[in-house]
């Protein structure tokens, strides 16, 4: 089946700004005229209730990596069922705040989950649907933490975990992002807000002019 909307997906540390830019994103192009809809990972019940389970767990025993990779991969099943694919069916514009690649860089870079069981776990429960574009917001993790500790906000137990957990994931970023390019654009996030949203619209408007004279890829089934 094709798909007659657009996927795009924000990727990168906590702290990188990527909630200011899906807004920014969502509402330039609601202006252009695309109907466009922005989604996070708790935007259905199940969402919500794995990112409280995983983000606040409390509980003496620590939360394993794995049940952390296949919370988060349930939720994203329900979001891709409720809300992502019958968007993308109706041609709208679809932009993620994360998806499959955080996993890759927070279970699988920063807690040592294989990282092939994790694509094939994508394959096998999301059907290995990925964005058509990914923008992925580059930023130091040092200073991603100093931005974290700047708005004095308590942190979750991921934003708090330990400085070399953040280096890994950070690390793991960086090489999805080397290994492919076609589909992961990096943006610097270190600079002001607008300048980052000037190139995050630069880059989704060159997408979106390609693909409008090109076949839609194919969801596989």
């Known amino acids: 089946m094709?798909?007659?909307?657009f996927f795009v997906s924000f990727e990168g540390l906590d702290g990188a700004g990527k909630s200011t830019q899906v807004a920014a994103l969502g509402a330039a192009l609601g202006a252009d005229g695309y109907d466009v809809i922005t989604v996070r990972p708790n935007d259905t019940p199940l969402g919500a209730m794995v990112t409280g389970a995983v983000l606040q767990h409390q509980l003496a025993a620590s939360l394993q990596p794995w049940t952390e990779a296949l919370l988060f991969n349930a939720g994203?099943?329900?979001l891709l069922a409720e809300v992502i694919l019958p968007a993308l069916e109706h041609g709208t514009v679809v932009v993620a705040d994360?998806?499959?690649d955080s996993t890759l860089a927070y279970q699988g870079g920063g807690r040592g989950v294989d990282e092939q069981a994790l694509l094939r776990l994508h394959r096998d429960c999301c059907d290995d649907i990925w964005p058509d574009l990914t923008l992925y917001l580059d930023l130091d993790?040092?200073?991603a933490a100093q931005r974290q500790h700047a708005e004095q906000l308590p942190?979750?137990?991921i934003e708090g975990a330990p400085d070399d957990f953040h280096a890994r994931v950070h690390a793991t970023f960086d090489r999805l992002a080397a290994e492919q390019p076609?589909?992961?654009?990096?943006v610097d996030a270190s600079r002001p807000a607008v300048a980052v949203s000037q190139d995050v619209m630069r880059l989704v408007q060159e997408r979106l002019r390609s693909v409008r004279t090109a076949p839609r890829p194919a969801v596989l089934r």
């Open 98 to 100: 994360r998806f499959v």
């Open 141 to 143: 993790h040092s200073v």
């Open 155 to 157: 942190l979750d137990r």
């Open 182 to 186: 076609e589909r992961i654009a990096r």
């Open 2 to 5: 094709a798909r007659a909307g």
């Open 76 to 78: 994203r099943v329900q």
